[in-house]
């Protein structure tokens, strides 16, 4: 019997920014080979001997696409298969900073150091 593949929550919160290596994990059989479909290519992870699985990709914006994404992981033991999904939402915009005013400098003064 296949134990049911599992996918973690992504980034906490399944919400990753663009620079943001995706890491994606869970579990299944104990040394089963995971495969993890993210933005429709496979990648291959190991659950170890306790059945917990890890995939480390590249930065969030080279695997996945703007706005909400499914990543599934599947697995086939013994020709029983499992999967699972999850999904992930990539925030490709910046965060703009403020503004800074710089003041004209009019000589010295008493403050200067």
């Known amino acids: ?4 593949v599992t996918v973690n929550a992504v980034s906490t919160d399944n919400l990753v920014g663009a620079s943001e290596v995706l890491v994606v ?8 080979t995971v495969t993890v479909n993210i933005g429709g290519t496979n990648y291959t992870a190991t659950a170890n001997a306790s059945g917990v699985w890890t ?3 590249a930065a969030s ?3 996945l696409s ?3 994404n499914t990543i599934t992981a ?3 033991v013994s020709g029983a298969s499992s999967s699972a999904n ?11 900073g403020g503004t800074l005013t710089l003041a004209a400098d ?3 003064s008493a403050g200067d150091g």
């Not at 994990?25 to 089963?32: E, I």
């Not at 999850?86 to 703009?96: Q, R, Y």
């Open 25 to 32: 994990s869970g579990t299944a059989d104990a040394g089963a």
């Open 66 to 68: 703007a706005g909400a």
């Open 61 to 63: 914006s080279t695997l």
């Open 106 to 108: 009019t000589g010295t």
């Open 55 to 57: 995939y480390t990709g």
């Open 74 to 76: 599947s697995e086939l």
């Open 86 to 96: 999850v999904s992930v939402t990539l925030d490709a915009v910046a965060p703009t």
């Open 1 to 4: 019997m296949v134990k049911p």
